[in-house]
């Protein structure tokens, strides 16, 4: 039972993984920043110009194929082929390098794009501002360079643009495996296999919308059958288990087809074990208990109206012996009236 559960959760693990892979795209380093301090106070205050800039383009949204890194190391380059080379020896395509200086005055910024690949300056930024505003210095810098890779080189995000649709109803399937968590059920109940069959229903999609995210909730109706045995060594049983659940769900768009949720609410158990004694007739005995469940979903829309993914089930049942069980499991959805703009 142990070897079943580990090999099906490194394949939910791996699935997850490649989830979240990025798309490859342009891969931009920020250097070590020069900070020529020519005020009264200089060298009081130590800053990371590196890492508050990168800190302010992180708050951007951008494209997926755009990621930004900090350089590994300190090296501060300190002209063109300073950064050239630091490309060369890390392997980068792209480096944001220059210089911050402050006066009793004002603070003055020049910092520019070097790109490996074309052997030239793509692009240089200049900030100035008076001397108690280096974050808004940083900010107004962040922005410009933001603003370059979106409307210059295209890695605006596309938004949500989708008519909100109504009254969605859909039809959810799962196939899985489930396992009790708790050493009290764990050493005399294994699983075997579950399947589920569910209603869906959405009020509206999107309900709301954040930048290139969107959100929707969802009530379910689910119906499930599982299969489980008791442990070698014990007498011989199989247990064959019904569960309906109730639940409600929150789902985020991360774009036009990769969608995460959450989802909880009460559950109902009704176990039937059927008992086979070697000395005494077969007999069925039934016990139930009303329960809770949490759940998380990952799936991808790969039609206007079809979904698929996968999703993890974490249950408690309120036995005298109270029983938790987790539950990974593959899962397709199908919207009967979904037909989302864009997918």
Same mark, same amino acid.
């Given at each position: 039972?142990?070897?079943?559960?580990?090999?099906?959760?490194?394949?939910?693990?791996?699935?997850?993984?490649?989830?979240?892979?990025?798309?490859?795209?342009?891969?931009?380093?920020?250097?070590?920043?020069? /900070?020529?301090?020519?005020?009264?106070?200089?060298?009081?205050?130590?800053?990371?110009?590196?890492?508050?800039?990168?800190?302010?383009?992180?708050?951007?949204?951008?494209?997926?194929?755009?990621?930004?890194?900090?350089?590994?190391?300190?090296?501060?380059?300190?002209?063109?082929?300073?950064?050239?080379?630091?490309?060369?020896?890390? %392997?980068?395509?792209?480096?944001?390098?220059?210089?911050?200086?402050?006066?009793?005055?004002?603070?003055?910024?020049?910092?520019?794009?070097?790109?490996?690949?074309?052997?030239?300056?793509?692009?240089?930024?200049?900030?100035?501002?008076?001397?108690?505003?280096?974050?808004?210095?940083?900010?107004?810098?962040?922005?410009?360079?933001?603003?370059?890779?979106?409307?210059?080189?295209?890695?605006?995000?596309? %938004?949500?643009?989708?008519?909100?649709?109504?009254?969605? /109803?859909?039809?959810?399937?799962?196939?899985?495996?489930?396992?009790?968590?708790?050493?009290?059920?764990? #050493?005399?109940?294994?699983?075997?296999?579950?399947?589920?069959?569910?209603?869906?229903?959405?009020?509206?999609?999107?309900?709301?919308?954040?930048?290139?995210?969107?959100?929707?909730?969802?009530?379910?109706?689910?119906?499930?059958?599982?299969?489980?045995?008791?442990?070698?060594?014990?007498?011989?049983?199989?247990?064959?288990?019904?569960?309906?659940?109730?639940?409600?769900?929150?789902?985020?768009?991360?774009?036009?087809?990769?969608?995460?949720?959450?989802?909880? %609410?009460?559950? /109902?158990?009704?176990? /039937?074990?059927?008992?086979?004694?070697?000395?005494?007739?077969?007999?069925?005995?039934?016990?139930?208990?009303?329960?809770?469940?949490?759940?998380?979903?990952?799936?991808?829309?790969?039609? #206007?109206?079809? #979904?698929?993914?996968?999703?993890?089930?974490?249950?408690?049942?309120?036995?005298?012996?109270?029983?938790?069980?987790?539950?990974?499991?593959?899962?397709?959805?199908?919207?009967?009236?979904?037909?989302?703009?864009?997918?």
């Amino acid at each position: 039972m142990k070897k079943n559960l580990a090999v099906f959760f490194c394949t939910i693990i791996s699935l997850a993984c490649i989830s979240a892979q990025r798309v490859s795209g342009m891969d931009v380093y920020i250097a070590a920043v020069a /900070f020529i301090d020519e005020s009264s106070d200089a060298g009081i205050a130590r800053i990371d110009i590196a890492k508050d800039l990168l800190r302010v383009l992180n708050a951007e949204e951008f494209a997926r194929p755009l990621t930004i890194n900090q350089s590994r190391g300190g090296t501060i380059p300190r002209s063109f082929m300073d950064a050239l080379n630091l490309c060369q020896a890390n %392997g980068y395509d792209y480096l944001i390098y220059g210089y911050i200086q402050k006066t009793n005055d004002a603070y003055t910024a020049e910092l520019k794009l070097a790109d490996r690949k074309a052997g030239a300056v793509g692009k240089t930024f200049f900030s100035s501002d008076t001397s108690d505003q280096y974050e808004r210095l940083i900010r107004d810098l962040g922005s410009k360079i933001a603003g370059y890779f979106r409307d210059d080189l295209g890695f605006k995000p596309a %938004g949500w643009t989708s008519e909100p649709v109504r009254h969605i /109803f859909g039809l959810s399937m799962d196939v899985g495996y489930w396992a009790p968590l708790v050493n009290n059920w764990s #050493s005399v109940v294994s699983g075997l296999g579950t399947a589920q069959l569910g209603l869906r229903y959405v009020p509206v999609s999107p309900a709301f919308v954040t930048g290139s995210r969107a959100g929707e909730y969802s009530v379910n109706l689910d119906l499930e059958y599982a299969v489980g045995r008791t442990e070698r060594g014990l007498e011989e049983a199989l247990i064959h288990t019904g569960i309906v659940r109730v639940g409600v769900g929150l789902d985020i768009w991360l774009n036009k087809t990769a969608q995460i949720g959450l989802g909880f %609410g009460p559950s /109902f158990r009704l176990d /039937f074990a059927q008992r086979n004694p070697k000395y005494a007739d077969s007999r069925t005995e039934m016990t139930g208990a009303p329960g809770a469940f949490m759940e998380f979903t990952n799936r991808y829309a790969v039609h #206007s109206m079809v #979904s698929l993914g996968w999703n993890v089930i974490a249950e408690w049942t309120f036995y005298d012996k109270p029983l938790f069980t987790v539950s990974p499991r593959f899962n397709a959805i199908v919207n009967f009236n979904s037909k989302r703009k864009g997918l």
